[in-house]
């Protein structure tokens, strides 16, 4: 199986990338507008999670030491959030940004096998929404089938999370099949979808 490390580039070339690319540039902003908080797993000892598990539904007040099901197996809240939460979160958006394909994410995301989003609540308790690959995975697939809305009714745009930038990541490889290059490039295609994103979410 692929491990995140794998997919990461270089603190460098993370930074030659910041310095250079206005793409990687836009990517960062838009997905750090939906990233939530940025914590060590140390820090997250009282935090409550909640999770979708596929096969149980909605469990809430989760801690890190509870156990959740993913492709089958069971793990800790604390097992599958730290590879991710370990990660410098720029070098973590960058590893997902340089991907060029829709198997390319999938790997990705089967490498984090968790998605976290961190933030606190009205009363202060810090809380993690824990989403899982697998139910990424899916909605993803439906895009890649140029299906864009579920059968469910809803649509696909609003199916995949904003965090770490994966709904701008797939939308952009959608927009990338269907537009020539000659015609536009990378910077082009993600600022028409900021403001498509920025028109959702107000």
Known sequence: MTTLISLLASPQEVEIALQIDPDFKAFLALAN??????????DLVTARFRVVE???GVRDDLSLD???????????IRQLIAPSLSVDSTQLIHSLWRLETFDEVK??????????????????????HVLLAEAIIPMIETVERKEYVLPNGDMASDAITRNLGIRAKV????????TPRSATGNSTIMDRLSRTLGRLNH
């Open 66 to 76: 509870d156990t959740i099901a993913v492709w089958g197996q069971p793990q800790t």
């Open 107 to 128: 790997v990705w995301l089967k490498a984090m096998q968790v998605v976290v989003r961190l933030a606190h609540d009205f009363e202060g308790t810090l809380r993690g």
């Open 171 to 178: 939308f952009a490889l959608d927009r990338q099949r269907r």
């Open 54 to 56: 596929p096969r149980v």
């Open 33 to 42: 507008k939906s990233g939530g908080e940025r914590r060590q797993v140390a």
